[in-house]
């Protein structure tokens, strides 16, 4: 008995776990319920291709492991799969549905060669997963659908996108305190940068050049103006190009990948996020070197304490800041504002932290944690990811002025001092990194405490943002309620009389047995798999196998 307890121990252990249960996982994005049947080889075929297709969509607009995790498994089981497993590195995803006996398995792998930044298809595609789980989605809608997410074009023109990233970092340099010469001067370098960035594009340039190129740019507009003797502040204006260059995104989802379960995507994101960076430090100090052949002395000017009216006009350009920032990255029309509230938030938050703690970091990282909760709940209500959202809101905060500063010291040659001052940026860009995290996860478990006290069937995110904005949480649609269990009747069980072997327990008609599936074979008996997905009902969830107790002495039948 206890070798059977440990085999089937093992089984379970090793085997694709059924991600249909009875009870809703609180800590899951999306929903995992059953919604269609797998009947023929080609539906088979027709789910893993379209689960494949959508975490593709997620994995090449930048969206992070756990969150592309979620979506193929959320749609694979809506789709009839179950069970089967995913594999996710930065560039593909591999699906694999094991064999059953009453089919063979399948494999399938799906490359991701390109990555851009297109938010508005990201979020079309996670609202085609809350819909498809729902049970709101046909196969021919769902088909459709997902076509024109893959074919979606961009909702801003490009001139328009160039317009943003002028004001991001025009808005950059108000934000640190700068007058409206320099906002202009980087308005246009910012201008400049993106539309030769586009011509490099268009020939396959790596993102190493792309980013030396603009950080080139933006230095050595700061050279000139000084030069010249233009009264604007140059150092801003290398900051502002700086921290528009600045992957926050790939910060951001790289540091939850190492913080998470992915260790091995979270290296490769870190590899990218190093390689780019790196991009910027020789553009700027390639326009450092122009400064010193040319004979120009480039400083950081000190940026003086601001008067009420200064601080009020610093968080308006904050959020400006945050609406242009998810301009740029293509995202929908109705989260811009949203995302220009986090940036503000944040700035207001760090100003009021750091007139209470100076060690570096810990005011970031509060006011970090406070942008993470709040796009959460932001997120929510609009029925977008978190990142869409996290990743403008935390980008006036990156430590653009304090890299620029570090570079200087070290072209220079003051060792010493210049690399203290980028460790400095490095654990500030980290602080934000974590502080994301873990607004996101206060969040959750506030999500999963109301869950708890309600009792109802929804997700996380719509709990949370029901309580943002006072709307009940049975408005949001469900899944269509199975159909109420027969009133089971009780059936006498015989008493054993003296001498004679005890009757096994007679079950209701209507109740599997503790140890079996509601429907069984004899090849899962024996420990192969859960039941087909063929013999279910659609939005029915499973039951899970109830395993025997791994410990103690099984205890003997009792004589009669």
Same mark, same amino acid.
């Given at each position: ?75 694979? /089981? ?11 590195? #930065? ?10 006996? #009453?089919?063979?398995?399948?494999? /399938? ?77 980087? =308005? ?19 993102? =190493? ?18 030069? =010249? ?17 600045? @992957? ?21 994101? =870190? ?119 996290? $990743?403008?809101?935390?980008? @006036? ?16 040659? #003051? ?26 996860? $206060? ?102 196998? $109830? ?14």
């Amino acid at each position: 008995m206890l070798d059977q307890a440990r085999r089937a121990v093992w089984h379970v252990e090793t085997a694709p776990m059924t991600l249909v249960s009875p009870a809703v996982d609180p800590r899951a994005k999306y929903r995992r319920r059953r919604q269609f049947t797998i009947a023929q080889r080609a539906q088979l075929n027709e789910a893993v291709d379209t689960a494949l297709r959508m975490g593709a969509v997620f994995l090449a607009a930048g969206a992070p492991t756990d969150d592309v995790e979620a979506a193929v498994f959320a749609a694979g /089981t809506a789709l009839g799969l179950d069970p089967f497993e995913v594999d996710i590195t #930065n560039k593909a995803i591999t699906l694999s549905v094991p064999p059953r006996a #009453n089919r063979s398995g399948l494999t /399938t792998l799906r490359v991701v060669r390109s990555s851009a930044k297109h938010h508005t298809r990201l979020a079309a595609a996670h609202e085609l997963v809350v819909d498809l789980t729902a049970g709101r989605v046909s196969r021919e809608e769902l088909r459709a659908r997902l076509a024109r997410i893959e074919r979606m074009p961009r909702p801003f023109p490009r001139w328009f996108v160039t317009l943003a990233w002028g004001v991001l970092a025009g808005s950059l340099v108000v934000r640190l305190g700068g007058g409206w010469l320099a906002a202009l001067i980087a =308005f246009a370098s910012a201008a400049l940068v993106d539309r030769i960035g586009r011509v490099l594009s268009r020939n396959s340039a790596p993102q =190493f050049f792309l980013n030396a190129t603009g950080a080139l740019i933006a230095t050595s507009v700061a050279v000139a103006i000084t030069y =010249f003797g233009v009264p604007a502040n140059s150092s801003l204006v290398v900051a502002g190009g700086i921290i528009a260059l600045l @992957p926050g995104m790939a910060l951001v989802v790289a540091a939850q990948e190492a913080m998470g379960a992915f260790p091995v995507t979270a290296a490769a994101r =870190f590899v990218e996020l190093s390689v780019g960076t790196a991009g910027i430090v020789a553009g700027v100090l390639g326009g450092l070197l122009i400064a010193g052949q040319v004979g120009v002395s480039m400083s950081v000017a000190d940026i003086p304490a601001g008067s009420l009216g200064s601080a009020a006009l610093a968080v308006l350009a904050a959020g400006v800041a945050s609406a242009a920032s998810a301009v740029g990255s293509h995202a929908p029309v109705r989260v811009l504002r949203a995302a220009g509230v986090a940036g503000a938030v944040g700035l207001v938050v760090v100003s009021l932290m750091s007139e209470w703690v100076s060690t570096a970091g810990v005011p970031e990282a509060v006011a970090a944690t406070v942008v993470g909760a709040l796009t959460y709940v932001l997120a929510a209500r609009l029925r977008v990811p978190t990142v869409i959202l996290v $990743v403008p809101g935390i980008l @006036p905060m990156l430590p653009g002025l304090a890299s620029y500063q570090g570079l200087l010291l070290l072209s220079e040659g #003051n060792v010493p001092e210049g690399t203290a001052v980028l460790l400095g940026a490095v654990t500030v860009a980290l602080a934000l990194a974590a502080g994301v995290l873990l607004g996101e996860l $206060v969040a959750q478990g506030f999500a999963r405490r109301r869950m708890g006290r309600r009792g109802v069937d929804a997700g996380p995110a719509t709990v949370i943002g029901s309580l943002a904005v006072g709307v009940p949480v049975a408005a949001a649609p469900s899944a269509p309620a199975p159909a109420p269990a027969p009133v089971p009747v009780p059936v006498p069980v015989p008493v054993p009389v003296r001498g004679e072997p005890a009757a096994e327990p007679t079950m209701r008609s209507n109740e599997p047995a503790p140890t079996e599936s509601p429907v069984a074979t004899s090849t899962e008996a024996a420990g192969q798999g859960e039941p087909s997905p063929a013999e279910g009902q659609p939005g029915t969830p499973i039951r899970r196998p $109830v395993l025997p107790r791994d410990g103690g002495r099984p205890r003997p039948p009792r004589a009669v």
